[in-house]
Structures are given as C-alpha cells and as structure tokens.
C-alpha cells in the first residue's frame, strides 16, 4: 500500500476501499431511490389536506360556500401565525392582534410566503400598529385590528374626528370580490372593566364614525365586523344600522333557516359580529361558527359571489370642513 508522509511524522494509508466510501457517502446525500417511491399525491388520502392541522369550518347548510367572509379574535397574533394555513378562501378579519409594528411586518411575511407556497393570490392590509407594552420592544398591547384574504385589499381614507384609527382599534377597507366591492369596516370594542369603566360610552364614540362612513356615508356591498364586546342591538350605533336595514349574520340565518345562533366565546356570549348591509345579505347562503382559538370562535358568513359586475350608482358622504381653521373674510 502506498505511505503518505508529513513532517509530523505521522503516516496515512490509503484504503483500497476508499472509493467504495465516496459512493456510499454520496449515496446519502443524494437519497438514491427516493424518487422511485414517492409518497403520496395530493388528493390520494381522503379527507387529508396537506399542512392542514385543524378541521374546517362546520357549515351550517348542507353545502360548502364559494367564498367565506369572516371575524375572530385570536388574542395575540404573533404566535398563531400558522393557523393561518388552515383559513379556507375567503375575505378574514381580526379583533385584539396585539400587533406592534415589528409584528404586522412579520404578518405581512407570513401571508406573502403563505400565498406562494399555496398558490393563492393572498393580500393583507392592517390597521395602526398597537403601542410596545411595558418593558418589550417586539410584543405589542391589546389591542389591533387587521384583515387579509384571497382578493386585493386596500385601506378606505376616513376622518376621525377623535384619532380612532390611531387607537388601533377600528380600519374601513375594500375588497374586490369577484364582479363587486366589498367595503368593510373591522373594530375591537373595550371591554368593560377596571381598565375600561366607562366601555359603552368609548364603544359608542368608536362606532360614531363608522355609521357616518359606511352605513350612511356610502352604498353597495358593506359589512361591520370585529369583536364588539357586548351583544348584536346593545348598542345605540347598532340600533341606526337596523333602522338603515342592517342585521347581524347570525339573527338573518336564523330569520331565513331558523338556525339557533351560538355563542362565540367561552360558551357563554357572541360579542364576534358581522353585520351586512341589505346589499351585502343577498349574497349570503351559510353561517359556522369555527372553534379555532382558544377564547374566541371564529364567525363565518358563506357567500355566494355573482359571476358578472355589479354596477353601483352612489354619491359618497363628503368630509366634514374644519370651519373654524377657515377664514371668511378673506373669500370676498
């Protein structure tokens, strides 16, 4: 056998099988074989859905829906993040996200890589960012409100006369679906407590500016979703919107189909809400309440979407004029 000498002395001998280790080293790299018997195609094991790990939606009606429209609070979503793999397509909104910046940038991440890996053309639009809590510089407060869904998404231009938007607690956007848009206002309610004791009267102000908006301010397609932390009619904005034709989703099912409305949270009261516009209601044909999150169920609206282009005749609700910052005198 040939000797290979180092000026350490140390002498090195060949193998004979030393070829014979290169092959089965490679061997391993490349997984020879592997792809003479490849696992399973999508679709060869029923009722499997790959990298799906929770079970859809339980509709109501004895059929699944075209496209979904729904709300849910999952009380933080930085760390449920992949549960977003399992949303079936549709138009989804969240309540309490807890999203700072920091974590609304991860969001939009996430959904992107979602979006190529499922082959879906998914877009997100978000609300303010929440404020850091104490002592973190990721984790943000409770509050944040965020949507995303199969379709192109974008922020609605408001006033807010009080910085609602800032609060992170309220954002209007537009969806295109299909042959029509689909305005939607998404909100998170205080909750009445120590921190919050005055909960109504702050709901009441949150909503003031959504039912001069988007109820009274435009027509078509609309809905006002979120986690409202109180019962569908309790408060008087909602009261102007059944005046105006409005209703909640669970109440119309029930209305058409007798279905019993059920709780969305902890068992015990449904502050998950959707509210349709007449426009809207036309096109819904099912209802789930999604067990998906802990607290909080997931409130799903099924809808049928019409194959060709509505046309909308309307005249938006123009802004308020800050007079007292205009100068009279001077238009002669």
């Known amino acids: 056998m040939p000797r290979v000498s180092v000026k350490s002395g140390f002498h090195w001998t060949f193998p004979w099988t030393f070829p014979w280790l290169i092959f089965v080293f490679f061997a391993q790299c490349l997984r020879i074989g592997e792809a003479f018997v490849p696992g399973p195609e999508v679709g060869d094991v029923p009722g499997v859905v790959p990298d799906s790990f929770l079970d859809p939606p339980q509709w109501s009606c004895d059929f699944s829906p075209e496209f979904c429209l729904g709300v849910g609070n999952p009380f933080g979503i930085n760390n449920k993040l992949h549960t977003l793999d399992c949303f079936p397509i549709g138009l989804w909104h969240m309540a309490e996200t807890q999203a700072s910046k920091h974590q609304q940038h991860a969001f939009h991440g996430y959904v992107r890589n979602m979006s190529w890996r499922s082959n879906r053309l998914l877009r997100s639009c978000v609300g303010a960012p929440a404020p850091y809590r104490v002592g973190s510089g990721v984790a943000g407060s ?66 003031a500016p959504i039912t001069e908006n988007l109820v009274f301010g435009r027509e078509g397609p609309r809905a006002i979703v979120g986690d409202f932390n109180c019962a569908a009619g309790q408060l008087q904005q909602m009261r102007l919107w059944q ?85 009279l005198d001077s238009w002669g």
């Not at 949507?147 to 537009?174: A, K, L, N, Q």
């Not at 009445?192 to 005055?198: D, E, Q, V």
């Not at 819904?284 to 194959?307: E, F, K, S």
């Open 243 to 327: 005046a105006q034709g409005w209703v909640e989703l669970q109440e119309l099912m029930h209305q058409r189909h007798g279905i019993i409305p059920r709780h969305t949270c902890k068992q015990a009261s449904a502050p998950d809400q959707i509210w349709v516009s007449p426009e809207l209601a036309i096109f819904v044909n099912n209802v789930a309440v999604w067990d998906i999150y802990p607290d909080h169920a997931m409130l799903v609206a099924g809808l049928h979407v019409p194959p060709v282009r509505q046309q909308e005749l309307q005249w938006h609700l123009p802004g308020h004029i800050p007079w007292t910052s205009v100068d």
């Open 142 to 207: 409770w509050t944040g409100v965020l949507c995303f869904g199969d379709c192109p998404i974008r922020h609605v231009p408001c006033v807010w006369p009080s910085d609602e938007y800032t609060s992170g607690r309220v954002m209007i956007s537009v969806a295109q679906l299909g042959g029509f848009q689909i305005t939607s206002a998404t909100v998170y309610c205080p909750a009445k407590g120590p921190t919050f004791p005055n909960a109504r009267a702050l709901s009441e102000e949150l909503l």
